[in-house]
């Protein structure tokens, strides 16, 4: 892909959009577009941006996704094999480390969920702590790309672990604060974005490249499908573990406030 084909096809991509934008503004609700330059600019940057960022994904995320899929798959890394042997799924270690790795760290980078996040915090008037927001999300993450790799190397069907998840998704949403559950919800699908799903995508298609036996196409792809249900499973878990603190500390404070009242009452039956 060149980088003007590039330009061209994004600017193709971006145009419907701005015409619905100016569409609605100009025809439905008939006022004029305020700060207009400021407007065009921040398109322009939205044209060029993107248009780089898709190079990027092609000349460094995906190749290096599928090399270091390649490398931590190549029998002369892994361990040594007796003649006649099959090789383990715990053979593949270094594999499931990267991806946990990996997914851990494209996730606490990742843009959308970074501007969730402190929207989060902003609203929630700070009772919601957008690092560890992100981090709860990022460990969700991981989990399921590692989950994902696992699953590769075993060759087991993808619809197990998603029906498994979504059951536990269930499950959590019923038990969960009200409160955080669209918060939840939201954070499991942030988390698929600019950065994460290439790299994800380019490492489910490596492994499924060279691990023997597999298909690019049956066990390949699947990977983003866990990566968005376990951050939906860690961001209620730990709602879940803050409401548990919480009851557990406020009979203590509620038995000290009114021991505090009894004490004060009999000091003025004193007096």
Partial sequence: MTLIATFWGTLLDI????????????LVIRKPVKRLPQVWVGFLMVWVGLSFFLVGLEQALFPMGELMATQLTNYEFLPGLAEGAQRHWSDYYWVYI???AIGTSTTIAEPSLIAVSLKAGEISGGTIDPLMLRIAVALGMAFGITLGTWRIVMGWPLQWFVVAAYLLVIVQTLRSPRSIIPLAFDSGGVTTSTITVPIIAALGLGLAT???????????????????????????G???IAQWRAARHYPARELTAQSSRQLGKGDQDAL
């Fill in 238 to 240: 730990y709602a879940q």
């Fill in 98 to 100: 990267f991806a946990f």
């Fill in 210 to 236: 060279e691990i023997p036996g597999r298909s690019p196409v049956m066990d390949g792809f699947g990977m983003i499908a866990l990566a968005c249900l376990f951050p939906i499973i860690t961001v209620m």
């Fill in 15 to 26: 145009l419907p959009i701005a015409a619905i934008v100016f569409g609605f503004q100009y």
